[in-house]
């Protein structure tokens, strides 16, 4: 069973930075795209980022692009997202999720609070 | 791609028939995926492919569909199936959810 463990939340001032880390297992890290999707509290879903196999292919949801950075290290079975200048309206949950066009498996999340 | 889901929310008693619909902004094929979300649960894949039933979930979860016109329906309402269902669209990058539909039991 595919495992992806997120780490690296918590509280957060406005304008500042934090970056999360999501621990994939079980499955061949290296050849899957991986993505990070958030929710804010009470809302829906929303994609932030997507990175390929072999990091090349990246992309970002408008409301991140030169914010967010998304990275993998595929010899740690890692996936990162980097986020600078962080806004109130960036409090989320945050997943990672692994993804074969659509996202077939997720983990259990991580709280990122953006307040002063 | 915009994706507009609905209602936004619904009330149904056990045993009755569900129907969910996600219209796309442009054709996205069949490149579509119907989530369910349980409160503080990440979201769980139900079917894929528009149709393809994601292996584990119970039968009466069903997706139609394809081009612009989505459909997502539950034969037979039960109890554990109280949550709130999302499209995504994987046709193309941004990937958008739909807005969601809660459903509640009576």
């Known amino acids: 069973e595919v495992q992806l463990l997120e780490s690296g939340g918590g509280l957060v001032q406005p304008g500042g930075c934090m970056r999360l880390?999501?621990?994939?297992?079980?499955?061949?890290?290296?050849?899957?795209?991986m993505s990070w999707v958030r929710q804010a509290p009470g809302k829906g879903l929303e994609w932030v980022s997507s990175?390929?196999?072999?990091?090349?292919?990246?992309y970002y949801a408008d409301s991140v692009k030169g914010r967010f950075t998304v990275s993998r290290d595929n010899s740690k079975n890692t996936l990162y997202l980097q986020m600078n200048s962080l806004r109130a309206e960036d409090t989320a949950v945050y997943y990672c999720?692994?993804?074969?066009?659509?996202?077939?498996?997720w983990g259990q999340g991580s709280l990122v609070t953006v307040s002063s | 791609i915009q994706m507009t889901q609905s209602p936004s929310s619904l009330s149904a008693s056990v045993g009755d028939r569900v129907t969910i619909t996600c219209r796309a902004s442009?054709?996205?094929?069949?490149?579509l995926g119907w989530y369910q979300q349980k409160p503080g649960k990440a979201p769980n894949l139900l079917i894929y492919?528009?149709?393809s039933l994601q292996s584990g979930v119970p039968s009466r979860f069903s997706g139609s569909g394809s081009g612009t016109d989505f459909t997502l329906t539950i034969s037979s309402l039960q109890p554990e199936d109280s949550a709130t269902y999302y499209c995504?669209?994987?046709?193309?990058?941004?990937?958008?959810f739909g807005q969601g539909t809660k459903v509640e039991i009576k």
């Open positions: 999720a692994r993804e074969v066009g659509l996202l077939d498996d």
């Open positions: 880390s999501c621990a994939a297992s079980r499955f061949t890290f290296n050849l899957y795209a």
């Open positions: 990175i390929g196999g072999s990091g090349s292919a990246i």
């Open positions: 442009q054709d996205i094929r069949n490149d």
């Open positions: 492919a528009a149709s």
């Open positions: 995504l669209q994987a046709y193309n990058y941004p990937r958008t």
